[in-house]
């Protein structure tokens, strides 16, 4: 019989694959986490988390980030810092590829989080880094005093835009409709800020700079009438795309590319689970994630002690 290094691998290391390996782990099963990044996904680039129980004050992202990865570390769960390019699911042996080594299991569960989405307008890509960030945690600081853009309409724009807004001087956050999709208490406190306008029924149609960001190109959707707005940054938080291409063509996924899972988070191939962000699920948060990873690590049990029989 071929040796297998793990009975269960998971890849990604958000809220849904650091539970799901902290329950695979009490189970027993010879565990093992994959993550290219900083455990704890898209928790690690938020400010406060305020609906996560628990706090009642709230909790900063990095320190949940971390609490997460030191009990799974304590249960002797080895956090893999590596990307995964390649996988293959089917068939009772589940293989891995990372950058330079390959890693076999009986069991996967697909934990990989997703991303942020961009808008696809002309400098976009350019700046990108380079005074266009998605991340308000991470540069939010470095526009102190300075005049920023930003783009959305959900909790994440309206949330991270209050955010940038201690540190800038003045926050244009654009949206294509009228009214915000984000949670009544985010809007309220975003619009406490002095600092901050919303510019309603617009949308990006371009970037401009030289070494930097100096300016962003909008049109009024209701009059069609265009303008350039100078500013020295820009935050685009307009969705996001699931990490998922790895799998490409291996497992069911709906039409944006999200992984299709039952109630028990299996996929319609045996032995292989997806959990969190990157599964097709009404609703995203650090706390759907964590259920999810905990019932993908209990179905992968059965699964496994199904097999051995």
């Known amino acids: 019989m071929q040796p297998v290094d793990h009975d269960l691998l998971i890849i990604g290391g958000g809220p849904a694959g650091l539970t799901a390996a902290l329950y695979a782990a009490r189970a027993g099963l010879r565990t093992a986490l994959v993550e290219k990044m900083t455990p704890g996904g898209q928790m690690v680039t938020t400010d406060r988390i305020e609906n996560y129980p628990g706090f009642p004050e709230g909790v900063s992202g990095p320190d949940l980030s971390r609490h997460m990865a030191a009990q799974v570390q304590a249960l002797g769960v080895p956090l893999i ?95 294509r409709r009228d009214r915000f999709r984000a949670d009544r208490i985010l809007q309220e406190r975003l619009r406490a800020c002095a600092n901050v306008e919303i510019l309603w029924d617009t949308v990006v149609t371009g970037v401009r700079g030289f070494r930097g960001v100096e300016a962003v190109y909008l049109r009024q959707v209701k009059t069609g009438e265009t303008r350039e707005l100078p500013v020295e940054g820009f935050f685009v938080w307009v969705g996001i795309a699931p990490n998922a291409d790895f799998v490409a063509g291996q497992l069911p996924q709906d039409p944006w590319g999200f992984i299709l899972t039952d109630v028990q988070m299996a996929t319609d191939v045996p032995g292989v689970f997806a959990a969190g962000d990157v599964r097709h699920t009404p609703l995203r948060q650090i706390t759907t994630a964590v259920g999810d990873g905990a019932l993908a690590a209990h179905s992968a049990e059965h699964y496994l002690n199904s097999v051995k029989k």
């Not at 390019?85 to 390959?102: E, H, M, N, S």
């Open 81 to 175: 810092g590596d990307a995964v390019p390649a996988a293959a699911l089917d068939g009772p042996l589940k293989t891995v590829d990372l950058t330079d080594q390959r890693l076999t299991a009986r069991a996967v569960i697909i934990a990989s989080g997703a991303s942020p989405k961009r808008l696809g307008v002309p400098g976009e890509a350019e700046f990108f880094g380079k005074g266009i960030s998605s991340c308000a945690t991470c540069d939010g600081p470095f526009y102190a005093g300075k005049v920023v853009a930003a783009v959305g309409g959900g909790d994440t724009a309206v949330q991270e835009s209050a955010f940038v807004a201690r540190f800038a001087r003045k926050v244009y956050l654009i949206h």
